[in-house]
């Protein structure tokens, strides 16, 4: 229990009384210090007791009770008294006598109840000096040995006190409960890193965890483990994690994934982005239930007032082998004068999945479906995105068609976009199409089409990139499979044309109805290296890097790099969010829904910009990591490659039967260009650390 002496009478004026509480001003008066003086400073968190040797311009040289000289500044001094060392009486027994003192000083620790002695005078938020602080610890004559354990017991319990050599200053209750929940939290931290780093070298060592870890601990250390693989310093404890795995010995960067395989918290080949971007793969019960209610209901009747039946009309859908979401179709007719109509018919999927509603602000949270070599993860529930929006064959469909008037020559003389009922006979294939195509008259037709508009493009200045696409994909077995698609087959060209003349058309339209959407627009490359389709591979390639940036926006602009006046995407609107959006506000042209306002849209374009640049990486990556591990299957086998440019200790190449760029280094005696071809040889390859390394010959 603290004891606290009775005060005489306060006799000078800068001493304050507060009831028992004598209080002195915060002025320290420095004795001085000679030789033979003891003193006491902090080291590494720790208070040593010294004896100054010399004093020389406030450089203090030192004795320590470790048997260390130092030298520091007398402000370095965390406590000083009048005790005196004989310093004739020689080294050792100099250092016998401080360490005996420090033995002293830290005995009389025991007697200082610190808790005691804030819960006296925490009411009392002032400073308060050591000799009063002393005092009141040790009432009966107190001396420097006294001075130094209080200093001590406050150093060590820095809870209730403030610290400051020569003063103290009490916490409030308030503070003391939070650096009391701030102890907790340290030495729950401190417990982690110790038994979790033991726990680790047992897993590493391929031992059985130790007795006395629990289910609950191993689930705590395996969540900071992952979180720190996903996200590193962006981790709530990355601090923690990254001391846990150091006493464990290990490089968190290299080897904490494959102690995340062995401990079962990862596949092989899991996809990191997923987690990393926390993407959802699965649709939550309560929208999966709405979709089958929607698909069980089919086309509400009577179908909407004003909706023309396009139904006669001989549809077709050209898409990949493996397409189960068809949301384009085309059709083609001859006029009596000799011309063409043209139709392009897209899912009208604002139809069934109502702006607002819980199926579409999922869709809106995803952005778009993800397609990767392994997984597809869809933008909207199976039973819309495969079944009831999708333009299955023998299927009635409500759709939105842009049906083109085209002259004999294949000009567009006029447009109109209408709300309409479809149903395709034909669903063909990229292959089957090439096959087929100059021996079939509506194919034959719709490329011409697709040419001319093509070279309309052209002639505005479109910037065309032509690089082959590299298509993997795994089989039912796991096995990883790859081939090289050319972009400019006659079937994968009239696709893109004729959805990039449908999307003109549409913006065209929006403008005209003074209705805001997602517009897309373009500036001019930065340099041109080719005209129209005639670049080079290695042309095309470096072209894709002086591309301007596509800009979305509310209203419309030129896009420069497909050669039209304005521009949307509203083609793909089962699979891409804001095809959606683009596909309301033509509804709501044709007086089947109210528009989204001009904010609306602002802050839908705002909303997406990170889920679709997520999208964009998953889809990328994912795409990498499986042609990487397929690459590492053909570690010494030789491959074309083209010079991209030189680089501070090689060269940059594109490995063409891969379109993969990769660095390889420089060889003695031969020097290199950009656009040279040469042969390399496969050297290293690591999916999961995205590396390639190449050599030349």
């Known amino acids: 229990m603290l004891k606290i002496r009775p005060w005489g009478s306060v006799t000078d004026p800068g001493i304050q009384r507060h009831g028992s509480l004598t209080l002195y001003p915060a002025v320290v008066i420095v004795p001085g210090m000679e030789c033979g003086n003891i003193v006491e400073y902090i080291d590494r968190q720790k208070i040593l007791c010294a004896v100054i040797l010399e004093v020389k311009n406030r450089r203090l040289r030192l004795l320590t009770e470790n048997n260390r000289e130092v030298k520091l500044s007398a402000s370095r001094l965390l406590h000083r008294d009048h005790a005196r060392l004989d310093l004739s009486q020689g080294r050792d027994r100099m250092v016998d006598a401080l360490k005996q003192l420090s033995d002293r000083r830290k005995?009389?620790?025991?007697?200082?109840?610190?808790?005691?002695?804030?819960?006296?005078?925490?009411?009392?938020?002032?400073?308060?000096?050591?000799?009063?602080?002393?005092?009141?610890?040790?009432?009966?004559?107190?001396?420097?040995?006294?001075?130094?354990?209080?200093?001590?017991?406050?150093?060590?319990?820095?809870?209730?006190?403030?610290?400051?050599?020569?003063?103290?200053?009490?916490?409030?209750?308030?503070?003391?409960?939070?650096?009391?929940?701030?102890?907790?939290?340290?030495?729950?931290?401190?417990?982690?890193?110790?038994?979790?780093?033991?726990?680790?070298?047992?897993?590493?060592?391929?031992?059985?965890?130790?007795?006395?870890?629990?289910?609950?601990?191993?689930?705590?250390?395996?969540?900071?483990?992952?979180?720190?693989?996903?996200?590193?310093?962006?981790?709530?404890?990355?601090?923690?994690?990254?001391?846990?795995?150091?006493?464990?010995?290990?490089?968190?960067?290299?080897?904490?994934?494959?102690?995340?395989?062995?401990?079962?918290?990862?596949?092989?080949?899991?996809?990191?982005?997923?987690?990393?971007?926390?993407?959802?793969?699965?649709?939550?019960?309560?929208?999966?239930?709405?979709?089958?209610?929607?698909?069980?209901?089919?086309?509400?009747?009577?179908?909407?007032?004003?909706?023309?039946?396009?139904?006669?009309?001989?549809?077709?859908?050209?898409?990949?082998?493996?397409?189960?979401?068809f949301d384009d179709a085309l059709s083609i007719e001859s006029m009596a004068d000799g011309g063409y109509?043209?139709?392009?018919?897209?899912?009208?999927?604002?139809?069934?999945?109502?702006?607002?509603?819980?199926?579409?602000?999922?869709?809106?949270?995803?952005?778009?479906?993800?397609?990767?070599?392994?997984?597809?993860?869809?933008?909207?529930?199976?039973?819309?995105?495969?079944?009831?929006?999708?333009?299955?064959?023998?299927?009635?469909?409500?759709?939105?068609?842009?049906?083109?008037?085209?002259?004999?020559?294949?000009?567009?003389?006029?447009?109109?976009?209408?709300?309409?009922?479809?149903?395709?006979?034909?669903?063909?294939?990229?292959?089957?199409?090439?096959?087929?195509?100059?021996?079939?008259?509506?194919?034959?037709?719709?490329?011409?089409?697709?040419?001319?508009?093509?070279?309309?493009?052209?002639?505005?200045?479109?910037?065309?990139?032509?690089?082959?696409?590299?298509?993997?994909?795994?089989?039912?077995?796991?096995?990883?499979?790859?081939?090289r698609v050319s972009r400019e087959s006659p079937a994968r060209m009239l696709i893109a044309e004729l959805m990039i003349l449908a999307n003109w058309l549409m913006a065209k339209f929006l403008v005209d109805k003074a209705i805001p959407a997602i517009f897309r627009t373009q500036p001019p490359p930065r340099e041109r290296l080719y005209r129209n389709d005639e670049g080079s591979l290695f042309q095309n390639w470096m072209q894709r890097r002086l591309l301007s940036r596509f800009v979305l926006d509310n209203r419309p602009g030129k896009h420069s790099g497909l050669g039209v006046d304005a521009y949307v995407t509203a083609t793909s609107p089962i699979r891409k969010y804001f095809d959606l959006v683009t596909q309301r506000q033509i509804r709501a042209a044709l007086g089947l829904e109210q528009p989204y306002s001009m904010e609306d849209i602002d802050q839908i374009i705002q909303s997406l910009e990170q889920p679709m640049g997520n999208v964009a990486r998953v889809q990328y990556g994912r795409h990498r990591y499986w042609l990487l591990k397929y690459l590492e299957g053909c570690v010494g086998t030789r491959e074309e490659a083209i010079v991209l440019g030189k680089r501070r200790n090689g060269y940059q190449v594109l490995l063409t039967g891969y379109m993969i760029e990769c660095d390889m280094p420089s060889t003695a005696g031969l020097t290199l260009k950009p656009e040279d071809l040469i042969r390399v040889t496969i050297q290293k390859v690591s999916a999961r650390n995205d590396q390639v390394l190449v050599f030349i010959g």
């Not at 409960?177 to 590493?204: C, F, I, P």
Request: aromatic fraction near 8%; charge should be negative.
């Open 107 to 325: 005995a009389l620790i025991r007697q200082v109840d610190v808790h005691d002695l804030w819960d006296v005078l925490n009411t009392e938020q002032v400073w308060i000096d050591l000799e009063t602080m002393t005092e009141f610890c040790f009432p009966d004559n107190p001396s420097g040995d006294h001075e130094s354990a209080v200093i001590r017991a406050l150093f060590d319990d820095r809870l209730y006190f403030k610290f400051n050599p020569d003063r103290f200053f009490p916490h409030s209750a308030e503070q003391v409960e939070r650096l009391q929940a701030q102890q907790r939290e340290q030495a729950r931290r401190d417990r982690l890193v110790e038994h979790g780093s033991q726990w680790l070298k047992q897993v590493l060592a391929g031992n059985q965890p130790a007795a006395g870890v629990n289910a609950a601990e191993i689930q705590e250390y395996v969540r900071l483990l992952k979180s720190y693989y996903l996200f590193g310093k962006e981790s709530r404890e990355h601090v923690l994690t990254r001391t846990l795995l150091a006493r464990a010995g290990l490089d968190a960067t290299a080897d904490l994934f494959p102690v995340l395989v062995r401990l079962k918290v990862f596949e092989e080949d899991e996809n990191i982005d997923l987690l990393r971007y926390e993407i959802p793969v699965q649709f939550p019960e309560h929208i999966l239930a709405g979709a089958r209610q929607l698909a069980a209901a089919g086309i509400r009747e009577p179908i909407d007032e004003g909706r023309v039946d396009l139904t006669q009309l001989s549809l077709m859908t050209i898409d990949g082998q493996s397409t189960l979401d």
């Open 341 to 483: 109509r043209l139709g392009i018919h897209i899912a009208d999927v604002g139809y069934f999945v109502r702006k607002g509603d819980a199926i579409d602000e999922q869709a809106r949270e995803r952005g778009s479906s993800i397609y990767m070599p392994d997984q597809k993860i869809s933008m909207l529930p199976p039973d819309l995105a495969e079944g009831l929006c999708s333009l299955k064959a023998g299927q009635v469909r409500p759709a939105i068609s842009t049906l083109v008037k085209l002259s004999p020559a294949l000009e567009i003389i006029d447009h109109e976009i209408v709300a309409s009922l479809v149903s395709v006979k034909d669903q063909l294939v990229y292959y089957d199409v090439n096959l087929v195509l100059d021996q079939n008259p509506d194919l034959a037709i719709l490329h011409k089409i697709a040419e001319k508009f093509r070279r309309q493009r052209f002639d505005a200045g479109a910037v065309q990139i032509s690089v082959p696409e590299i298509n993997v994909w795994l089989a039912a077995d796991r096995s990883i499979n790859v081939n």
